[in-house]
């Protein structure tokens, strides 16, 4: 029987062929408690938040006995990590619970993550810290609420058994959702062993269950990479334009959906640098946050490889070549968006590139700025915006070509404020902010977690009582350090 009576638990996994994953005992943790609960996900899959703190409810997502019947699968990928191709990597710290599908007949695949060892895990102990589950249980969350595609985060277990990272920490379990996990990577994986029966087998499955459209196309597979093609496009354009840096694109860390996906070192960006890099073991800055669009092609390149040999090469090149314009104009649309242009007009562009160059210049805070931009006012001095530039002339001279902008516009001024206020986050999970929620939970006190991931689903509504999340940082926020897995 289900842990959770209203649902009913399958492994959809299991209809490939046992290469491609290994079955996992499990390895309780000691004393495991609930740390959050995301009623508004349990809502939608059919449960009540209250259900997760039921025993057998605990007891899978904490990883100590899995659904009766149902085989929990650690899966097999490989990837290009850092530009280098590492032949098997694998779950080496998550695995597959099953699916369910929910009220809208939607299925969704379930995954711990930290809940032991499985043959994967190479050097590593399998577990996670709560401090890196906290940071993707909120981060996986704010950006759904963002409208970004992300894996969800369903809930967060905790326990007193020690995980050794620098320093000892205490171990901790997540329940992450998603339609499917399954990464660039798991395609590479079977290219470079040269099983190619395997890359079909894995083709197959991903057009059967997640681009059924694709089986009606002439050729299902060219247009299975084509569509993958345009959803890292999109996902690459939302990232930019909200400011946010993944920290590890690797290839095991791309989705095949398109979803933003493997929450480590990421960071939103305070104030705006076009190099930041959030990852601070990435020391070329391979992923700085102005790289990202230019490795979510060359990431598409690796999975191309591995398409070859269902696709021809003409057709993969010609996909590929269409990924900078697909980019590019998403995120156009995207930015627009955050000025307040409903015409689009010639210039838009270099009006957009000259105030990031103005941002970079200054360091100004990316999320207060586009927020405030909503009062601007055409005929003021807009002191609010005016005084997050060192130098008030480059401000200046860009509210002037803005405004000259603005008056080709056909929409009243009241009604493209709130365009763009519906556009522009006033909440962000800043680093500081996971951190702060973080030392409390270490203390035991998971109060700023819960409010946190309340206020991170609003994420463009006023919300008073938690104007406090939307400051900008304070100073000690920048000697915060955060690397790889953890
Ligand atoms: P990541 O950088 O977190 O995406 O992880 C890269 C690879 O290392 C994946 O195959 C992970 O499963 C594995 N990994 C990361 N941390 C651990 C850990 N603590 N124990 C076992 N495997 C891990
Ligand atoms: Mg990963």
């Known amino acids: 029987m289900s842990p959770f009576p209203s649902l009913t638990f399958g492994q959809r996994l299991l209809e490939l062929p046992p290469v491609f994953y290994r079955h996992i005992q499990p390895q309780p943790l000691n004393d495991p408690y609930l740390v959050a609960g995301n009623a508004s996900l349990c809502a939608t899959l059919g449960i009540t938040a209250a259900e997760l703190s039921q025993p057998a409810s605990l007891a899978l997502l904490s990883g100590k006995q899995f659904v009766p019947g149902v085989s929990a699968l650690a899966a097999l990928y490989a990837g290009h990590q850092f530009g280098v191709y590492v032949p098997q990597l694998g779950d080496g710290r998550a695995l597959s619970l099953g699916d369910t599908v929910d009220r809208e007949g939607r299925r969704w695949e379930w995954q711990l993550k930290g809940a032991g060892l499985t043959p994967f895990s190479r050097m590593g102990d399998g577990r996670a810290v709560l401090r890196s589950t906290i940071r993707e249980y909120l981060c996986s969350e ?32 997540l329940t992450r ?3 499917s996990f399954i990464r660039f990577g798991s395609f590479e994986v079977f290219y470079h062993r040269g099983q190619h029966d395997e890359i079909r087998q894995l083709a197959d499955f991903v057009i059967r269950h997640h681009y059924t459209h694709c089986a009606q196309a002439d050729q299902p597979y060219a247009a299975l990479f084509a569509d993958i093609v345009a959803r ?21 860390n791309m989705s095949i959906l398109g979803l933003t996906l493997d929450y480590g070192p990421f960071g939103f960006m305070d104030g705006f640098n076009a190099a930041h890099v959030c990852n601070h073991s990435d020391h070329a800055g391979r992923y700085a946050y102005n790289q990202q669009p230019q490795v979510g092609l060359w990431n598409l390149h690796c999975l191309a490889s591995a398409f070859l040999p269902l696709v021809s090469e003409e057709q993969l090149v010609e996909a590929l070549s269409g990924y900078r314009e697909q980019y590019s104009q998403y995120w156009l ?5 955050k000025l307040g242009l409903l015409v689009e007009q010639e210039g838009d562009e270099a009006l957009i590139e000259a105030l990031l160059l103005a941002m970079h210049a200054h360091h100004t805070d990316y999320t207060v700025f586009f927020r405030r931009l909503a009062d601007f006012d055409m005929a003021g001095e807009n002191h609010a915006l005016r005084d997050m530039f060192l130098d008030r002339s480059l401000f200046d001279d860009w ?8 008056q080709l516009e056909t929409r009243s001024a009241a009604e493209r404020k709130l365009a763009m206020l519906a556009a522009n986050p006033k909440y962000i999970l800043r680093n500081y902010l996971a951190e702060l929620a973080i030392q409390a939970a270490q203390q035991g006190d998971f109060s700023q977690i819960a409010s946190l991931h309340d206020c991170l689903s609003h994420p463009f509504d006023e919300q008073p009582q938690y104007q406090a999340y939307a400051a900008e940082p304070p100073a000690w926020a920048q ?5 790889c897995s953890s």
């Open 142 to 173: 704010a950006m759904h609420g963002l409208g970004i595609p992300t894996t969800r985060a369903l809930a967060m277990t905790g326990s007193p058994d020690p995980v050794y990272r620098e320093r000892p920490e205490t171990a901790a379990v």
């Open 177 to 179: 959702l998603a339609e």
């Open 232 to 252: 890292t496009a999109q996902l690459l354009a939302h990232w930019q334009a909200v400011g946010f840096c993944h920290g590890v694109m690797n290839t095991d």
């Open 333 to 337: 649309i995207l930015m627009r968006n």
């Open 399 to 406: 509210a002037t070509r803005y405004a000259a902008r603005l």
């Open 479 to 483: 000697q915060i350090s955060v690397s």
